[in-house]
Nanobody
Framework: VQLVESGGGLVQAGGSLRLSCGAS????????MGWYRQAPGLQRELVAV???????LYADSVKGRFTISGDDAKNTIYLQMNSLGPKETAVYFC??????????????????WGKGNLVTVSS
């Protein structure tokens, strides 16, 4: 399976962006997909995940500002990011898993990764 992110770019502090991640699937049945980010000099961290059931999980730092959603028919997920701050400048990675996200150690991520998409928030 290939995960392809889009929608990154440059935004001013306080602004919004929407990321998309499409999955091309063959014999890989995706149950959960999510977003991680890695800022310069820091470890990759979970942002949000969504299961095919619709259940979601968010990092505390983004609750109330970010929304993850999915379109099962298109094998695509979205991350609507509002009120972005400069510290959220990072490469955002799409992540997919065969099982419900609750079955994984989300500190390590799920089964497959996209190449990443840079989001830059200017102050």
């Amino acid at each position: 399976v290939q995960l392809v992110e889009s929608g990154g770019g440059l935004v001013q502090a306080g602004g919004s962006l929407r990321l998309s991640c499409g999955a091309s699937v063959s014999d890989f049945n995706i149950n959960s997909m999510g977003w991680y980010r890695q800022a310069p000099g820091l470890q990759r961290e979970l942002v949000a995940v969504i299961a095919s059931s619709g259940s979601t999980l968010y990092a505390d730092s983004v609750k109330g500002r970010f929304t993850i959603s999915g379109d099962d028919a298109k094998n695509t997920i979205y991350l609507q990011m509002n009120s972005l701050g400069p510290k959220e400048t990072a490469v955002y990675f799409c992540n997919g898993g065969r099982q419900n996200y609750g079955d994984y150690d989300l500190g390590d991520g799920m089964d497959c990764w996209g190449k990443g998409n840079l989001v830059t928030v200017s102050s």
